[in-house]
């Protein structure tokens, strides 16, 4: 059975950090890139990172480029996204997704808040 599970959201001031974990399971991981995707409240999806399979090309979108940091573990499984000085703007559910040719598999999705 294919499982994508987002952790690590939460609250935190401006300013502050999140690390995002996203762990896979049935299929194999280390052939799909990774995508980590948003949606704010009210808004439509938001593409914010991705990585290719081997983890050694990443690719942000402009609104996080310097803040956010993604990875992955291939040997875990997993992909994370590091999120740092954090801005109210980033509130959204993140959700990663795992993309080869024609298919593509998604998390439920982690709420991130950033609010004083």
């Known amino acids: 059975q294919v499982q994508l599970v987002e952790s690590g959201g939460g609250l935190v001031q401006p300013g502050g950090s999140l690390r995002l974990s996203c762990a896979a399971s049935?299929?194999?991981?280390?052939?799909?890139?990774i995508d980590w995707v948003r949606q704010a409240p009210g808004k439509g999806f938001e593409w914010v990172s991705s990585?290719?399979?081997?983890?050694?090309?990443?690719y942000y979108s402009d609104s996080v480029k310097g803040r956010f940091t993604i990875t992955r573990d291939n040997a875990k499984n997993t992909a994370y996204l590091q999120l740092n000085s954090l801005k109210p703007e980033d509130t959204a559910v993140y959700y990663c997704?795992?993309?080869?040719?024609?298919?593509?598999?998604w998390g439920q999705g982690t709420q991130v808040t950033v609010s004083s």
């Open positions: 990585i290719n399979s081997g983890g050694d090309s990443q």
């Open positions: 049935g299929f194999t991981f280390s052939s799909y890139w």
């Open positions: 997704a795992a993309r080869s040719v024609g298919i593509d598999y």
